[in-house]
Nanobody
Framework: QVQLVESGGGLVQAGGSLRLSCVAS????????MGWYRQAPGAPGKQREL??????????NYADSVKGRFTISRDNAKNTMYLEMNSLKPEDTAVYYC????????????????WGQGTQVTVSS
C-alpha cells in the first residue's frame, strides 16, 4: 500500500524559512509527478491550492503567490519530495499536503486520490 507522509511543518516568524518533506513508501514514485498543496485554516470546504509541482524529469511549476520564495525538489533515490520555503508570510499559514499524480503534455500537474495526512505551517506576524 502506497503512503505519503509529510513532515517539517511548524511555527515560524514572518520572514523565516521551513523545509517540508514528503516520503513515499510502498512504491517507487520516481516515474510520477508530485505536488504540494495547501489548505488555509478555517476553510475546510475550500479547495486545496496547488503551490508547487514537479515532474518525474524535474520540471517545476509554482503558484504566482510563492514564486521566488519556494523551491520544490525531489530525491528519487530516497523516494522523497521537498518544499523549501523562504521569506514566509502570514498568508502562507495552512496545512500543506503532498500528492502523487501526473504531468500533462502541456506541462501541468494533475492530482490523484493519493494524499498525505498534511503538516501544519503557521507563520506569525
Amino acid at each position: 500500500q502506497v503512503q505519503l507522509v509529510e513532515s517539517g511543518g511548524g511555527l515560524v516568524q514572518a520572514g523565516g524559512s521551513l523545509r517540508l518533506s514528503c516520503v513515499a513508501s510502498g512504491s517507487d514514485s520516481s516515474t510520477y509527478a508530485m505536488g504540494w498543496y495547501r489548505q488555509a485554516p478555517g476553510a475546510p470546504g475550500k479547495q486545496r491550492e496547488l503551490v508547487a509541482s514537479i515532474s518525474s524529469g524535474g520540471s517545476t511549476n509554482y503558484a504566482d503567490s510563492v514564486k521566488g520564495r519556494f523551491t520544490i525538489s525531489r530525491d528519487n533515490a530516497k523516494n522523497t519530495m521537498y518544499l523549501e520555503m523562504n521569506s514566509l508570510k502570514p498568508e502562507d499559514t495552512a496545512v500543506y499536503y503532498c500528492n502523487r499524480g501526473g504531468w500533462t503534455y502541456r506541462g501541468g500537474y494533475y492530482p490523484s486520490a493519493l494524499w498525505g495526512q498534511g503538516t501544519q505551517v503557521t507563520v506569525s506576524s
